[in-house]
């Protein structure tokens, strides 16, 4: 699925189950929750703190979860994602093409 097919699909979920958007300002503050939640998951998985009792392992669901809300942000506000994707490449290519390559923090061990 690219992400045209993704914003189609989310669009249709939504019309067909979710019966509307939730406001922009409310799924701004989901998004938040979401990040936080992934945040979780990555401080437990790659940082230093501990699972606790009961809780799993779910990183690709909060990524998803993200990447969902995202969508809906993106749909409901007229975001062509695919063509914000592109030219945040271009963006970047352009105003990063040697910078990294001449970061010697990136090139410790």
């Known amino acids: 699925m690219d992400i045209a097919e993704l914003q189609t699909a989310v669009d249709a979920w939504i019309k067909t189950h979710g019966v509307r958007y939730f ?17 979780r998951v990555i401080a437990r998985k790659y940082g230093e703190q501990s699972y606790k009792e009961g809780e799993v392992d779910n990183l690709a669901e909060e990524l998803s979860d993200v990447l969902w809300v ?7 506000t007229g975001v062509d994602l695919n063509e914000a994707i592109n030219n945040n490449f271009a963006k970047k290519t352009a105003r990063d093409a040697n910078r990294h390559k001449k970061n010697p923090k990136l090139f410790k061990d």
């Open 70 to 76: 995202l969508v809906c942000l993106a749909n409901q």
């Open 23 to 39: 406001s922009e300002l409310t799924n701004m503050t989901i998004l938040v929750e979401e990040v936080g939640e992934l945040a």
